[in-house]
């Protein structure tokens, strides 16, 4: 029903700005909470920050507030994360995902993308 594709990862460096899109396809995805998550190697997929259908509610983790943002285009059905000021221990992939409700896209979303790698050097 839903269909995700990541884009816009590679290699940055520590302090650099980097945005990610994630383009969703569907008759019904614009009515989805969205949300991005990450998974470094050897570690636990971690929620990161979700926004609701209307984009009028955001949330984000704490260790990102303040320099990521996630914003919505739903005239163009694509999701984005605005990183910036860049650490190393961003590293990771990232995954878009989608649900019905902006709870639900933090706690069990239904659509996954297939991530896409954010390398950051120092």
């Known amino acids: 029903q839903v269909q995700l594709v990541e884009s816009g990862g590679g290699l940055v460096q520590a302090g650099g700005s980097r945005r990610l899109s994630c383009a969703a396809s569907?008759?019904?995805?614009?009515?989805?909470?969205m949300g991005w998550f990450r998974q470094a190697p050897g570690k636990e997929r971690e929620f990161v920050a979700a926004i609701s259908w209307s984009g009028g509610t955001t949330y984000y983790i704490d260790s990102v507030k303040g320099r990521f943002t996630i914003s919505r285009d739903n005239a163009k059905n694509t999701v984005y994360l605005q990183m910036n000021s860049l650490k190393p221990e961003d590293t990771a992939v990232y995954y878009c995902?989608?649900?019905?409700?902006?709870?639900?896209?933090?706690?069990?979303?239904?659509?996954w993308g297939q991530g896409t790698q954010v390398t950051v050097s120092s």
């Open positions: 995902a989608a649900a019905p409700s902006i709870v639900k896209v933090q706690t069990n979303p239904l659509y």
């Open positions: 569907g008759r019904t995805v614009s009515t989805y909470a």
